[in-house]
């Protein structure tokens, strides 16, 4: 099945420390993205991938940091900088420009 | 990116068609309009997009006007699972550098039984 793997579901951390949040494609697509949605809002951009090595700071990106080593993968850490990281984040990938599909998301809450 | 300005709740009877307005007065002409809808705590699910002229697919049809100021989204026979919050996004281009998708708050449509 091709799609857009994130994992966990749901994840549980304590103030202070990091945490990675995965995502992975199997659809080759080039561009890969991350966004948070708080509740009642719209989504809003963390990060985003064009290509692997490569990636761009969204609307939001302090106290978040990524990596794209495979073209698969685009993880994302919350580290402890980010003040408020309680949050669904959802990853999402597109071939060059064009729509874009999302994962199921994963909903971080911070204790 | 042209803002958008959408209604933020819409009610709509199954089986009949739900018609989602969008404002987007300040488009401009390498601008595609494009509609996600998000079920509560499911990541968005892409619907349609379109530039000038009316598109239709297996999930709904995109009405744009002429002036391309504003559009519709139709969903013709609404059924309880289109229950979700319905996206109205105004984007640069369907290729090349920019990729962002600004997502605002959106609409939620509720469908009735």
């Known amino acids: 099945d091709g799609g857009i793997t994130q994992s966990p579901k749901y994840l549980f951390r304590k103030e202070g420390q990091n945490v990675t949040l995965s995502c992975e494609q199997n659809?080759?697509?080039?561009?890969m993205y991350w966004y948070r949605q708080d509740p009642g809002q719209g989504l809003r951009l963390i990060y985003y991938?064009?290509?692997?090595?490569?990636?761009q700071k969204g609307d939001i990106a302090e106290g978040y940091s990524v990596s794209r080593e495979k073209k698969e993968s685009f993880p994302l850490t919350v580290t402890s900088a980010q003040k408020n990281p309680t949050a669904f984040y959802l990853c999402?990938?597109?071939?060059?420009?064009?729509?874009?599909?999302f994962g199921p998301g994963t909903r971080l809450t911070v204790l | 990116d042209a803002k958008t300005t959408q209604p933020t709740s819409m009610d709509c009877a199954e089986g009949r068609a739900a018609n989602l307005p969008c404002n987007h007065s300040?488009?401009?002409?390498?601008?595609?309009v494009y509609w996600y809808r998000q079920i509560h705590s499911q990541g968005p699910q892409y619907i349609i997009h379109?530039?000038?002229n009316n598109e239709t697919n297996e999930m709904a049809s995109l009405i744009i006007t002429e002036d391309r100021k504003s559009s519709t989204l139709i969903l013709p026979h609404a059924t309880l699972r289109d229950t979700a919050v319905y996206y109205c996004?105004?984007?640069?281009?369907?290729?090349?550098?920019?990729?962002?998708?600004?997502f605002g708050k959106g609409t939620l449509l509720t469908v009735n039984p």
């Open positions: 300040t488009i401009s002409g390498n601008e595609y």
């Open positions: 996004i105004v984007r640069a281009g369907r290729g090349g550098s920019n990729y962002k998708l600004t």
């Open positions: 999402a990938s597109s071939p060059q420009g064009f729509e874009q599909f």
């Open positions: 991938s064009q290509i692997v090595n490569d990636f």
């Open positions: 659809l080759n697509h080039d561009a």
């Open positions: 379109g530039l000038k």
